[in-house]
């Protein structure tokens, strides 16, 4: 992640949380946070705790970032962002925390003729962990629409082409789901594991060839040993741990959208 | 296809909810972010280093790269990692974990150091790595901490072990490994019982074990790598060091890597060494030459002469507090020759050295180092040099770390001599510094070559400057001219000494100088007995180059 782009995320993240910036140049930003972001991130529920209790006015913090070191943003109070820098993932953190579940509604781009129906579709971003002694990952966004059943692809990709408002636009209507939520979660689900069972899994093969041969080492290591030792049993669990093939499927986000039909 | 999966139905349940009760929804921004978010978390192959994209701000050198790379990718996370001194195994160890924990491999470390480096290793995981780890204080925090670093023998003890037993690690790293090298000792048995799925152990010294200890340590991170017990010692017993079965060699380096100092493009800055050479006033040299004559007192064999004449030559102060330790002792009449010393410590007024020291100091009119192996020179030092309108800060061993922290701190910004005693030493950096006087020398070439890589290590710049001082015609004299001097040893670089004295089976090497110096009936002997152990360390020498020839040929 290059600095502009931590940059662009972290302007985004408080705009879109409703702080203002007080500073704001190419090489630092201070930021005043609301009530509700200062509890987010400031991590002091003594102080909130005691503010509410008292009924005292709160002051909310305000935060500076200094995303591009230099002779000026070492005079200020201020935290250095960087990819790695724990500010940035509790950013992260938070982001997906609040980012989880949406519903949305497309608007039309130009004015209708008439009512337009718009039609249920449930999307889904997921993350899927290929884990043994390494670890991969594959971002997979899939939409199923929730009349006829349709599995897409990139959905998220389509959804960033239309217009979107959390309101239901006038003159439209939604059609009502033929397939109801839970059902529709299970069919993705269905879906992402036979994606995964058509995936190559030479690492998986790999991992366990890794296994066996470790195994084989610890079997002969304690061969002459009539009742094996107790080391013997955790060592070889441990094995298991390190080396055992596992897929998990966790889901990023994912919601409701009710879209125009499209002949594409 | 035979690969378990699993399902997330966290979050299932909770949208589920919200459908049912109509909200509350995110803003689509928000939506988009946490997507992001999640494009700049994942890992998008099982091989390669993510770390380092983590940690810009840290300067990882290219082995070091190498390191964390082929322990993840060759290794499968279990190694032994066996870089010579100062090449920074700690930061090979910080990126191995860092990558696993980016990765999601690793949720549950424990790290076990010795007790004088865990708060050390807490500040730099911390610090140069955002892992939050912590420093095991109270029982509750194996159980309610992530990463925990610890020291060994807090571990195995009862009630912690038990706890310990009961975590579910996903890594453990110990440092200082080569201590767990007798399959026979508690802290053997305590590692082999932890379940080690990713393991690194970080030792400087271990080709040179004998080769059962190879074993021991290599068994411990995988058993069975190098066979069991009885067909090592059916195959490998006859060898004597790992080095000369090529076989074994290539075996033991697929789980360990050893970078050497001159195998790394790290341009390294100079040592200038040099040797200062005092003379004793006359009362100084009265009073050496009295406590040299207490070789012949009947009571002589309960002490250490040798201790005596080396505080004779570090401080008036050094010396009288072990005489008076000697005199409280006695039962009865306090022995003549003790009460001249006495009257002949009252009778110096001046310490050459320090009036040397002070002298240096001024000239050099930049930061100074001074080590010394006695507290009491150490306070003297201190209100010496304050007569003379020096500051000096004070440090020693079994300072806290936090106080340790702050006494760098002071003599960075606020002194110019920082004066230290021997086991102040561990664990801090002074880079900014170049200057270092011994004030007086260990016997001990390893404590000598710690007490230099205070300053020269990694990140130096300049070129560091050592100053060994020396009072003519004592026993200092002897061991820096017939020692130090010829031997070279101040220009080693660090890490060839250890090998070299690790290869001449020479464990205690300050054992023989005594011996040499203080039970030698005669100069003549005494020589003779020096020029032994000169040999010995030139024949380790060449050996060491012959290893290495044979090393680069192959």
């Known amino acids: 992640?290059?600095?502009?782009?931590?940059?662009?995320?972290?302007?985004?993240?408080?705009?879109?949380?409703?702080?203002?910036?007080?500073?704001?140049?190419?090489?630092?930003?201070?930021?005043?946070?609301?009530?509700?972001?200062?509890?987010?991130?400031?991590?002091?529920?003594?102080?909130?705790?005691?503010?509410?209790?008292?009924?005292?006015?709160?002051?909310?913090?305000?935060?500076?970032?200094?995303?591009?070191?230099?002779?000026?943003?070492?005079?200020?109070?201020?935290?250095?962002?960087?990819?790695?820098?724990?500010?940035?993932?509790?950013?992260?953190?938070?982001?997906?925390?609040?980012?989880?579940?949406?519903?949305?509604?497309?608007?039309?781009?130009?004015?209708?003729?008439?009512?337009?129906?718009?039609?249920?579709?449930?999307?889904?971003?997921?993350?899927?962990?290929?884990?043994?002694?390494?670890?991969?990952?594959?971002?997979?966004?899939?939409?199923?629409?929730?009349?006829?059943?349709?599995?897409?692809?990139s959905f998220h990709e389509r959804l960033r082409e239309r217009r979107l408002t959390p309101k239901i636009p006038d003159y439209c209507f939604t059609i009502s789901p033929l397939i109801k939520p839970r059902s529709g979660i299970s069919r993705l689900e269905q879906y992402i594991r036979g994606r995964i069972a058509a995936d190559d899994h030479t690492w998986a093969d790999e991992a366990r060839q890794r296994w066996a041969d470790d195994l084989a080492l610890l079997d002969e290591f304690y061969k002459d040993t009539e009742e094996k030792p107790e080391c013997y049993y955790i060592e070889k669990e441990a094995l298991e741990k390190q080396y055992k093939p596992r897929i998990t499927v966790s889901i990023i986000n994912g919601g409701l959208f009710y879209l125009m039909p499209r002949s594409s | 296809m035979d690969i378990e999966i699993k399902m997330d139905e966290t979050w299932k349940e909770e949208f589920l909810e919200r459908v049912e009760k109509d909200g509350p929804w995110a803003s689509w921004e928000m939506y988009e972010l946490a997507l992001e978010a999640a494009h700049h978390l994942s890992v998008p192959e099982f091989n390669g280093l993510q770390a380092p994209k983590h940690l810009p701000h840290l300067t990882i050198l290219p082995h070091q790269l190498e390191v964390a790379r082929r322990v993840v990718e060759e290794m499968n996370g279990k190694a032994i990692l066996a870089d010579e001194v100062g090449l920074g195994k700690t930061i090979e160890a910080g990126l191995v974990l860092k990558e696993y924990m980016i990765r999601g491999l690793v949720k549950k470390a424990l790290i076990l150091v010795p007790a004088s480096l865990v708060s050390q290793w807490?500040?730099?995981?911390?610090?140069?790595?955002?892992?939050?780890?912590?420093?095991?204080?109270?029982?509750?925090?194996?159980?309610?901490?992530?990463?925990?670093?610890?020291?060994?023998?807090?571990?195995?003890?009862?009630?912690?072990?038990?706890?310990?037993?009961?975590?579910?690690?996903?890594?453990?790293?110990?440092?200082?490994?080569?201590?767990?090298?007798?399959?026979?000792?508690?802290?053997?048995?305590?590692?082999?019982?932890?379940?080690?799925?990713?393991?690194?152990?970080?030792?400087?010294?271990?080709?040179?074990?004998?080769?059962?200890?190879?074993?021991?340590?290599?068994?411990?991170?995988?058993?069975?790598?190098?066979?069991?017990?009885?067909?090592?010692?059916?195959?490998?017993?006859?060898?004597?060091?790992?080095?000369?079965?090529?076989?074994?060699?290539?075996?033991?380096?697929?789980?360990?890597?050893?970078?050497?100092?001159?195998?790394?493009?790290?341009?390294?800055?100079?040592?200038?060494?040099?040797?200062?050479?005092?003379?004793?006033?006359?009362?100084?040299?009265?009073?050496?030459?009295?406590?040299?004559?207490?070789?012949?007192?009947?009571?002589?064999?309960?002490?250490?002469?040798?201790?005596?004449?080396?505080?004779?030559?570090?401080?008036?102060?050094?010396?009288?507090?072990?005489?008076k330790n000697m005199i409280d002792k006695c039962e009865g009449a306090v022995p003549e020759a003790l009460e001249h010393v006495l009257e002949k410590i009252n009778a110096v007024t001046t310490n050459s050295k320090a009036e040397k020291a002070l002298e240096l100091i001024r000239s050099i009119n930049d930061k100074v180092i001074i080590f010394t192996e006695y507290r009491a020179t150490q306070l003297y030092l201190q209100w010496f040099l304050k007569q003379h309108g020096i500051s000096s800060v004070p440090f020693r061993g079994g300072f806290r770390r936090g106080k340790k922290d702050w006494m760098q701190e002071l003599f960075k910004n606020h002194a110019q001599v920082f004066i230290a005693t021997e086991a102040g030493g561990e664990g801090i950096n002074l880079q900014f510094c170049r200057y270092v006087i011994n004030y007086d020398l260990p016997w001990n070439p390893m404590r000598l070559e710690q007490r230099i890589g205070r300053v020269h290590r990694l990140g130096q710049t300049d070129d560091v400057h050592i100053y060994n001082f020396a009072v003519k015609q004592t026993v200092e004299e002897h061991i820096l001219t017939l020692l130090y001097e010829k031997i070279r040893l101040f220009e080693r670089v660090v890490g060839e000494l250890d090998d070299i004295l690790a290869k001449m089976n020479l464990a205690n090497l300050e054992h023989y100088f005594e011996d040499a110096l203080v039970h030698s009936r005669s100069e003549g002997e005494m020589k003779i007995k020096m020029e032994n152990i000169m040999a010995m360390i030139e024949l380790a020498e060449q050996l060491g180059k012959k290893g290495g020839e044979r090393h680069a040929a192959t």
């Open chain 1, 1 to 153: 992640m290059q600095q502009h782009e931590i940059r662009r995320f972290v302007e985004r993240y408080f705009t879109a949380n409703g702080c203002t910036f007080l500073e704001a140049n190419d090489n630092y930003m201070t930021i005043q946070l609301t009530a509700e972001m200062d509890k987010e991130l400031m991590n002091r529920p003594f102080y909130w705790h005691y503010i509410e209790r008292t009924g005292g006015v709160p002051q909310p913090m305000q935060l500076t970032l200094i995303t591009r070191p230099n002779e000026q943003t070492n005079k200020l109070k201020g935290e250095r962002l960087h990819f790695g820098a724990p500010r940035l993932h509790q950013l992260f953190r938070s982001a997906q925390k609040r980012g989880s579940f949406i519903r949305l509604y497309e608007e039309p781009e130009s004015p209708l003729n008439g009512n337009a129906a718009l039609h249920p579709w449930l999307g889904m971003n997921v993350v899927i962990s290929y884990e043994c002694d390494r670890k991969k990952d594959d971002l997979v966004s899939l939409g199923l629409h929730l009349i006829s059943g349709t599995i897409i692809e």
């Open chain 2, 122 to 323: 807490v500040k730099e995981l911390n610090e140069k790595f955002f892992i939050p780890a912590v420093q095991q204080k109270k029982s509750y925090v194996w159980e309610q901490c992530d990463i925990v670093v610890s020291s060994i023998d807090t571990a195995k003890k009862p009630p912690h072990r038990d706890i310990i037993y009961e975590q579910p690690y996903d890594m453990i790293i110990i440092d200082e490994a080569h201590k767990l090298k007798n399959n026979k000792t508690k802290n053997y048995e305590f590692v082999q019982n932890l379940k080690k799925k990713f393991c690194l152990l970080l030792t400087a010294t271990p080709i040179q074990n004998r080769i059962e200890e190879i074993f021991n340590l290599v068994s411990l991170l995988k058993p069975g790598h190098l066979g069991n017990a009885e067909q090592f010692a059916k195959t490998y017993g006859k060898t004597r060091a790992v080095q000369t079965n090529d076989h074994l060699k290539a075996l033991v380096n697929k789980v360990m890597i050893r970078n050497r100092r001159a195998d790394t493009p790290i341009e390294w800055s100079k040592r200038h060494v040099e040797p200062v050479l005092i003379e004793f006033t006359d009362e100084e040299r009265e009073l050496y030459e009295a406590v040299k004559a207490l070789r012949h007192e009947s009571f002589a064999g309960s002490f250490s002469l040798i201790t005596l004449l080396r505080e004779a030559c570090s401080s008036r102060e050094a010396l009288f507090l072990t005489i």
